[in-house]
């Protein structure tokens, strides 16, 4: 059995610990973890954040410019540094929530060659506020919930073939869904067909305009997304992404 290397990047700006439980839920796959690279791009954490995420054998590099999207940014520095066949986008506060998440993530790859990436489906934690099971039943910002994957998946308005754990999936060139973070995995070799990698959703409108138009959603590949402790969270976490980004 052929086990191609998996990238994770993740970029970090951390505040807390968060990130060990994607660290953690890592290293436990059930996959060669010599196949298993994790790049951390990190724009400033907090004092001991990086200490307690040496013990997984991560590449640490700084990101002088800090943001984790936009071109050059930590997203897009962390692809270009990885060495995988696939990348794995994951954001430092999003956790695996099976041990086989790589294997089931690979395999619509090797039954498809045509598709262009594997994405997972957000994970609703009973224990989590009830705006954090909202956000992540609707695909995590509802503000762009018409353009959700996840919301397609939940109202049924999405067209897909399904196959054994997996359904395929044909990209809306004109409307393409919101996807490109939070474990979401593609072939390394795309960024040299569609160029750098910005920010998350831009990516996938470049990959539409391309032509790669076909990609596969996995079942049971969950991933917890722990996005926001509560609403008022929430809103001050838009605001600011709004005030940053629209400075680009």
């Not at 050059?72 to 506060?93: L, P, R």
């Not at 695909?139 to 999405?158: I, K, T």
């Not at 990516?203 to 032509?211: E, L, N």
Request: charged share 25%; hydrophobic share 40%; net charge positive.
């Amino acid at each position: 059995m052929e086990y191609p290397k998996i990238s994770f990047v993740t970029p970090t700006y951390e505040q807390d610990l968060r990130v060990l439980g994607l660290l953690k839920s890592i290293r436990a796959q059930n996959y060669p973890q010599s196949k298993i690279e994790i790049i951390i791009i990190d724009g400033g954490s907090m004092d001991g954040v990086l200490d307690a995420c040496k013990p997984f054998h991560v590449k640490i590099f700084p990101n002088p410019k800090v943001k984790a999207e936009g071109l050059g940014m930590g997203k897009d520095q962390g692809i270009h540094k990885a060495t995988g066949e696939f990348i794995v986008i994951a954001e430092a506060d999003i956790e695996l929530m099976s041990k086989d998440w790589i294997t089931q993530m690979l395999k619509p790859f090797k039954e498809h060659n045509e598709i262009f990436a594997s994405v997972p489906r957000l994970f609703v934690h009973p224990q989590d506020s009830l705006t954090n099971q909202y956000l992540s039943f609707v695909g995590v910002d509802p503000f762009a919930s018409y353009r959700s994957l996840e919301g397609a998946l939940v109202l049924h308005s999405m067209k897909s073939i399904s196959f054994d754990g997996y359904s395929l999936v044909t990209l809306d060139k004109k409307k393409p869904y919101c996807m490109g973070s939070n474990g979401f995995m593609f072939r390394k070799k795309l960024i040299k067909e569609v160029g750098d990698y910005a920010q998350d959703v831009e990516f996938i409108a470049r990959i539409a305009k391309k032509g790669f138009d076909h990609f596969a959603v996995v079942d049971d590949a969950r991933v917890w997304h722990k996005n926001v402790p509560n609403f008022k969270k929430f809103l001050t976490k838009r605001l600011r992404w709004i005030n940053v980004y629209s400075k680009e």
